[in-house]
C-alpha cells in the first residue's frame, strides 16, 4: 500500500472458485486468481478487478499484468498526480501513463477511477451516462463443451439458480471431437429448450474460434435450420488485421443468421475494422481496457448499426457490475459468470429472473461482502 496527501493504493489478490467449471475449445477453467485496485481517497474506495486472460492468438498472464500494476500504483498516491481537479479525476490528464498498459492492466485502473468518480458524485454510472436501466434485456446463460448429458444438466442447474427457465442460452462449441459432437448437442438443447411449455428461449452458440473455414460453412446454415439466433466466433481470430477481417468476410457472403466477433475485437479500431464483415460485436472489459473504451465502442457501434453483445471471463461481480453499466445500450448480454462463483467476494449488479441490471448504488455500484478476503499485495 502507498499512501500520499490523503489518498491510499493497494492491490490485493482474490481466488474465484466456479460452482461449475466451464470448458471451451481452447480449455476448461475451474478457479482463476484475479487482482482488485483500490483508490481511496476522502472516504471514498473506487475498485476495479483484473486477470490474466487468452484468447487464443493473445495471452496476458496475471503476473505480468501484476507488475505492470505494482510499477504504476505508487504515482497515484500523489493527489496531484491522480490529477483530482476540483476533487474530480481529470481522465485526459491520465492518458499518457495508462496508454502503454496492456489492456488488462488498464482496465483496473479504469474501473477504480470511474468507480471513485461516481461516488464522488453520488450517482451510479449509468445515470451519469444518460441511459435507461429499464432498456436492459435478458442475459444469456452458459452451456460448456462436455457430453451431452452433462450439458443437460447444466442447463438445469442454471434454471435451479435464476428461479426461472432462462431465455437465452449461449452453448460452447468447437468440440475437439468434431462437428458431430457439436450437432449432437445443439440437437439435445434444442429439443430440452422446446420442451419447455410457454417458453421462448434464444439459442446462441459461440465456437471460440474452434472451427475451419469449411466447417464453419457446413454447420452454419444447419445451425440456422436448427433454430440458432446467432454464431459467435466461428474461426480463430488473428493477429494480422486484414488476415482476420478476411476470415470474417468469407463466411459474411452466406451467413444466415448474425454473425459475432469476439475474440477479433478488442478496441475501436477492430471494431471499425469488422463492421463491414459482422453483425454485432462482443465487448468485454478486459479486452478494451475498461470502461472508457468499451463506452465509445459501444456508442459507435450502435451509430452504425451494429448489434452488441457484453461478455465477460470469469469474472466477479465488480468486473460484471462495472459491464453492467452499459447494458441499457446492448442487445445480447452475456455476464453470467458471478452466477457461477461459489465464493465472490463482491455483490453487483441486480438479478430479476434472468435479467440482469446495473445497480442503482453510486460509482460501479458494487460493495465488499462483509467476511471476504483478499490477500495485500506490495504496491
Known sequence: MAETCGMQVRLNWITLTKAVPLAISRGTTASVRRLVVELEHEGLVGRGETGGFETGHRAYAIEAVAAELEALLPRFASVEGL???????????????????????????????????????????????????????????????????????RLDLWQERLGCWPQRVKLKLGSPDGPGHDRALVSAVG??????????????????????????????????????????????????????????????????????????????????????????????????????????????????????????????????????????????????????LIDDPFEGPELQGDRLLPSSRPGLGVIELSGSAAAPAPC
Request: proline share 7%; hydrophobic share 45%; net charge negative.
Open 83 to 153: 490529477a483530482l481537479g476540483e476533487d474530480l479525476p481529470a481522465f485526459q490528464a491520465l492518458e499518457p501513463w495508462l496508454a502503454p498498459l496492456s489492456p488488462p492492466a488498464r482496465c483496473a485502473i479504469d474501473l477504480a477511477l470511474h468507480d471513485w468518480w461516481g461516488q464522488k458524485l453520488g450517482q451510479p454510472l449509468w445515470r451519469l451516462w444518460g441511459l435507461d436501466r429499464a432498456a436492459c434485456s435478458p442475459t444469456s446463460v452458459t452451456l460448456g463443451l462436455g457430453e451431452v448429458e452433462r450439458v443437460l444438466a
Open 191 to 340: 429439443r430440452r429448450l422446446q420442451e419447455q411449455a410457454g417458453t421462448v428461449s434464444e439459442l446462441q452458440v459461440d465456437a471460440n474460434g474452434g472451427w475451419d473455414l469449411a466447417t464453419a460453412q457446413q454447420l452454419i446454415p444447419w445451425l440456422a435450420e436448427q433454430g440458432v439466433v446467432l454464431v459467435e466466433q466461428p474461426l480463430p481470430a488473428q493477429l494480422d488485421p486484414d488476415a482476420d477481417a478476411a476470415s470474417f468476410e468469407a463466411l459474411d457472403l452466406s451467413c444466415p443468421i448474425p454473425l459475432v466477433a469476439d475474440e477479433s475485437c478488442w478496441n475501436l479500431a477492430d471494431l471499425l475494422r469488422l463492421a463491414p464483415h459482422v453483425d454485432a460485436v462482443n465487448i468485454k472489459l478486459l479486452k478494451s481496457g475498461g470502461l472508457t473504451e468499451a463506452l465509445l465502442m459501444a456508442q459507435t457501434a450502435r451509430s452504425l448499426g451494429l448489434d452488441l453483445m457484453l461478455g465477460c471471463y470469469s469474472d466477479s461481480a465488480l468486473l460484471n457490475g462495472a459491464a453492467s453499466q452499459l447494458l441499457p445500450l446492448v442487445r445480447w448480454p452475456d455476464l453470467d459468470s458471478h452466477l457461477n
